[in-house]
């Protein structure tokens, strides 16, 4: 079922008729002869000058009242440029307080609304402290209102013949699901007073790659970094001489781990067969570390890996450089771009199991496609309508791209806004993606924006090129996510502790469902709704979020009070 709607802005336009205005006008028609003689004498007293009215003394021009005239005059046009000069520089001035001959930001201030950028005032008032280190971590584990233990465990590393042990593992998914693994791998290794061997980046089987760690970050930078918070070494260690045992013997694994697990879970059962078999690899490994059951100081080691540790290759840097420089020089002079993560591919449309538009034979191809892939889900089909207008509902479709053009324009962006798309295959092509391109003509993605020599030498793997789009979004003026997953989710969180001046766009996909089933809206209507409800959905840190959105949104443990 749709929301309908009515909009009280579309017929409020009230005039009033041609009879009703003469009615109102009637009293000055139809008047007495005193009332004629009181509009002659206005309308005469309406043609005076103004300065006539400042008493009938004036109106007699001797030398002496001619001249005292002109002083007043010239006192009132000083006051008033002074006047219209303080009010100008109040409202277009973001820079007036001084303090030690510095320019500070005025809070009472009102800066305009802008496109691209986030009011100056909201982005003071935290800053990256992921940086510091504690002398010790230490954290109190509660069940029932009751701790039960304490968790400490020092800052300080120790010798390699000091460690516990070395733990191995399996980086699995896609470039952004690695990255988390290996900020978890840090973290855990830490928690066990482990040395870590450096994580292999496993072969996915949607992005079958077979990119290796030293192909995408800098491990030289990663290991020298990370020297005083945890041991990592590039290899396994020579003594131990069957490394193929590593990757396959069950003596060797532990795959117990719950999703989610808390640190103490760690230390009571992987810390005592890493002791005891002195390397173990932990697999699976996805999601296998919680955030608000291990002490903050983990938190904030992860953020330290997220954010400093990792660094892509110095090519990948480079080249990512090179495209941020033509997004912003495309027309001619110095211009903003915004980054624009579309995720509509045919695998995301087909596991979102939501409905969207397009033909009955493209439906029926969908339908055959998920029930090839995702057989349980989709069992005999029959309840999937009812489930896909729930999802919609509640925001977990993907956004279309015709969607997207509606709300970029209702949020002011203009046609000629350059737009850098990072996408993978949109389905549905061109025709799915030509009103995207009509709206909004300078849309352009990297494989048009660099030759195909310069991108030649990144095909080889597809999580560097996947590398690319991720530091374009970084690096943009506005970012605007479509759908949520781990890549939005890193850049939204990078941005907002990198400064969050520059805006990080999340949909409010609820609110759009809503709106655009209502076909009793009007634009002016739509447009009020889509700016108000995102003026708080720019990327700004919020307090509120839920711990598990670490990546996303790193306030708590990894930034501070300005």
């Known amino acids: ?170 980086a699995e998914g896609g470039l952004n699901q690695q990255r988390i693994a290996i900020c978890n791998a840090v973290a855990v290794a830490k928690i066990m007073n482990a040395t870590l061997i450096l994580p292999v980046l496993k072969q996915d089987q949607i992005w079958k790659d077979q990119t290796k760690f030293e192909d995408i970050f800098d491990v030289d930078h990663f290991i020298d970094y990370l020297k005083n918070d945890v041991r990592i070494v590039r290899d396994i260690p020579e003594w131990f001489t069957d490394k193929s045992e590593l990757f396959t013997s069950i003596r060797r694994t532990v795959k117990n781990i719950p999703k989610y697990a808390p640190a103490q879970f760690y230390i009571d059962n992987v810390l005592p067969r890493i002791k005891e078999k002195k390397i173990m690899a932990l697999k699976p490994f996805v999601d296998r570390l919680g955030y608000d059951n291990v002490p903050p100081e983990i938190n904030r080691l992860r953020c330290r890996v997220n954010y400093h540790a990792l660094k892509f290759l110095p090519e990948i840097e480079e080249m990512s450089d090179l495209l941020v420089s033509r997004m912003r020089n495309r027309t001619g002079i110095s211009n903003p771009f915004m980054a624009l993560h579309l995720r509509f591919e045919k695998g995301m449309v087909g596991l979102s199991f939501c409905d969207f538009v397009g033909t009955r034979d493209e439906k029926d191809r969908m339908a055959q496609y998920r029930k090839k892939e995702w057989p349980r889900r989709y069992k005999n089909g029959s309840h999937l309508w009812q489930l896909a207008l729930q999802k919609r509902k509640e925001g977990r479709c993907p956004l279309e791209p015709e969607e997207v053009a509606v709300i970029l324009r209702a949020m002011g962006y203009p046609k000629e806004t350059q737009i850098y798309v990072a996408s993978g295959q949109v389905y549905g092509g061109q025709n799915r993606m030509a009103p995207l391109k009509n709206m909004f003509p300078s849309l352009v993605t990297k494989e048009e924006l660099a030759t195909k020599e310069e991108l030649d030498g990144f095909r080889k793997h597809v999580t560097s090129l996947a590398a690319l789009d991720f530091l374009v979004c970084l690096k943009s003026d506005v970012f605007v996510m479509t759908h949520g997953g781990n890549f939005a989710k890193l850049i939204i969180g990078a941005r907002r502790y990198m400064g969050h001046r520059h805006k990080s766009i999340k949909p409010d996909k609820g609110l759009m469902s809503k709106s655009f089933g209502d076909p009793y809206m009007g634009w002016a209507t739509f447009v009020e709704d889509v700016v108000v409800t995102h003026q708080t959905r720019t990327g700004l840190p919020e307090e509120t979020f839920p711990n598990y959105d670490l990546w996303e949104n790193p306030l708590t443990p990894c930034m501070c009070r300005a």
Do not use: Q
């Not at 007293?45 to 007043?72: A, E, T």
């Not at 230490?138 to 300080?156: A, E, K, L, R, W």
């Open 1 to 170: 079922m749709v929301e309908l709607r009515h909009s009280s802005s579309l017929g409020a336009r009230g005039s009033s008729s041609p009879m009703k205005r003469d009615e109102d006008a009637s009293p000055l028609i139809h008047g007495s002869t005193h009332d004629d003689d009181h509009r002659h004498h206005f309308s005469r007293d309406r043609d005076r000058p103004f300065w006539s009215f400042l008493g009938d003394d004036l109106r007699v021009f001797s030398p002496l009242n001619s001249k005292i005239s002109l002083i007043l005059i010239s006192v009132f046009v000083i006051v008033g440029l002074i006047s219209a000069f303080t009010i100008f520089n109040r409202l277009n001035a973001p820079y007036l307080c001084k303090k030690d001959g510095i320019a500070l930001h005025c809070p009472h201030v009102k800066e305009a609304p802008s496109l691209w950028e986030n009011p100056l005032s909201a982005t003071t008032s935290w800053k990256p402290c992921a940086e510091r280190r504690n002398d010790g971590i230490s954290g109190d584990f509660i069940v029932n209102s009751v701790v039960i233990f304490t968790v400490y465990i020092s800052t300080d590393l120790p010798p390699e013949n000091e460690t516990t042990g070395y733990i191995f593992i399996h």
